[in-house]
């Protein structure tokens, strides 16, 4: 089975672009989660949905920060616009009951 | 406030020599505590799900147990393989599928 997909795996863009990130779940798993992490902060839930439906975005940092989940095989992240203290990595994790499996990470420089 | 703290923030290992890592949580509600691995520019790995107080679980050199207020990783005969970021997570009764991650033990493992 595959795992959970993201992409980029790696972003350098300059301050002020937009930038997408994206996220394929594994397939049959009906939660996802956006998480950002950083070494000052560690690992931060940005926000998660539950069957397509976001169900906690209070993690997300600005109103710069919007996610979505058009159907259960496909999320984005997106920051518009982008700032240098967006620089982090960003993971994509899905579970179908309790435990979380997590993508490889998208790593984002933002200069 | 919930908080999950981790121990110490890094451990340097000899080959073969035993040690444990402790994870300890303040929150009012635990519906389960959950361990994982996270190599350099990778997403972490599920290793483990602990539900209740006297609880064990085991692969291969690691056990991982659970009392009332922490959680202990117990690397036995480590192996230079198993230099990782160790990370706790908890998941709380009113959260849904939402974790919080403690921010980790680093374990280095020397030959």
């Known amino acids: 089975d595959a795992g959970v997909i993201q992409s980029p795996r790696h972003e350098v863009t300059e301050m002020g672009q937009e930038v997408t990130l994206r996220c394929k779940p594994i397939s049959g798993h009906n939660s996802l989660f956006w998480y950002r992490q950083t070494m000052m902060r560690g690992l931060e839930l940005l926000i998660y949905f539950n069957n397509n439906v976001p169900i906690d975005d209070s993690g997300m940092p600005e109103d710069r920060f919007s996610a979505k989940m058009p159907n259960a095989s496909f999320s984005t992240l997106k920051i518009q616009p982008s700032e240098p203290r967006d620089s982090a990595v960003y993971f994509c994790?899905?579970?179908?009951?309790?435990?979380?499996?997590f993508g490889p990470g998208t790593r984002l420089t933002v200069t | 406030e919930d908080q999950v703290t981790q121990s110490p923030e890094a451990l340097r290992l000899q080959e073969g020599e035993s040690s444990s890592l402790n994870c300890s949580y303040t929150v009012s509600g635990l519906r389960g505590l959950f361990w994982y691995r996270q190599d350099p520019g990778k997403g972490p790995e599920f290793l483990f799900t602990l539900y209740s107080a006297g609880e064990e679980k085991e692969k291969e050199r690691l056990k991982a147990t659970l009392t009332k207020k922490e959680s202990f990783l117990h690397i036995t005969a480590p192996k230079p393989e198993d230099s990782a970021t160790y990370l706790c997570a908890v998941r709380l009764t009113d959260s849904w599928g939402k974790l919080q991650f403690g921010a980790g033990t680093q374990v280095v493992v020397t030959p």
């Open positions: 994790a899905s579970s179908r009951q309790n435990e979380q499996y």
